[in-house]
């Protein structure tokens, strides 16, 4: 047997988690973030599965959540929400969220994907991020997985393919403009993890 061993791996696929940086809402006035679960769940996901997970906001720096998605909320809303709770009291996990990367620092082809989670910050602060309107463009059309949750779909409004055309249709963005002062903003759907694909939104 030869004593030569092979131990070249190829690079793990890793994925660009977006996250919205706090905002203060119009509508309740008051604080907002993006929606505790709708990273963490998807965190814990992907790095079981394999993949490594670069968490990035607009501005980059300290993100905040959403106040009823923190399971240390005196509501109790998301009280159920083990997964955010161990994530928020790891602090090498915690740490991604207070020191965020740039947009303006993620490249397309130093990832396998891009998702982006919702919240109620994405409905004030998304539709006016360029950089995050680009990247997922650039996704999208390198038929990357391209997932965008929730009230993340305020990244939809502007988003522009290299043929001037949204990769949704375009009688939606009047629907989910007309929504998107209220305090959740519009509907959503499950989001689709294929090659290509982007969030779709629907009357």
């Given at each position: 047997m030869s004593a030569?061993?092979?131990?070249?791996?190829?690079?793990?696929?890793?994925i660009l988690a977006v996250i919205a940086n706090p905002s203060v809402s119009t509508t309740i006035g008051g604080p907002v973030g993006f929606w505790a679960s709708e990273?963490?769940?998807?965190?814990?996901?992907?790095v079981e599965s394999g993949y490594e997970v670069t968490i990035a906001s607009p501005n980059g720096g300290k993100c905040e959540l959403d106040e009823f998605s923190?399971?240390?909320?005196?509501?109790?809303?998301?009280?159920?929400?083990?997964?955010s709770m161990g994530f928020i009291h790891t602090p090498k996990l915690w740490a991604l969220v207070?020191?965020?990367?740039?947009?303006?620092?993620?490249?397309?082809?130093d990832f396998d994907a891009i998702y982006?989670?919702?919240g109620q910050s994405p409905i004030f602060?998304?539709?006016?991020e360029p950089r995050l309107h680009q990247l997922i463009a650039a996704f999208y059309e390198a038929?990357?997985?391209?997932?965008?949750?929730?009230?993340g779909?305020?990244?939809?409004?502007?988003?522009?393919?290299?043929d001037g055309h949204p990769p949704h249709k375009r009688e939606n963005n009047d629907w989910l403009r007309k929504f998107r002062g209220g305090f959740c903003g519009f509907l959503c759907q499950p989001a689709d993890w294929q090659a290509g694909s982007c969030y779709a939104l629907q009357n």
């Open positions: 030569n061993i092979n131990t070249t791996r190829s690079r793990p696929k890793e990273l963490t769940h998807a965190y814990y996901e992907f923190d399971p240390r909320h005196g509501s109790g809303y998301s009280a159920h929400d083990l997964i207070e020191n965020t990367k740039s947009l303006e620092e993620a490249k397309n082809k982006v989670a919702g602060t998304f539709e006016k038929e990357k997985p391209t997932v965008v949750v929730c009230h779909t305020a990244a939809l409004l502007d988003v522009k393919l290299s």
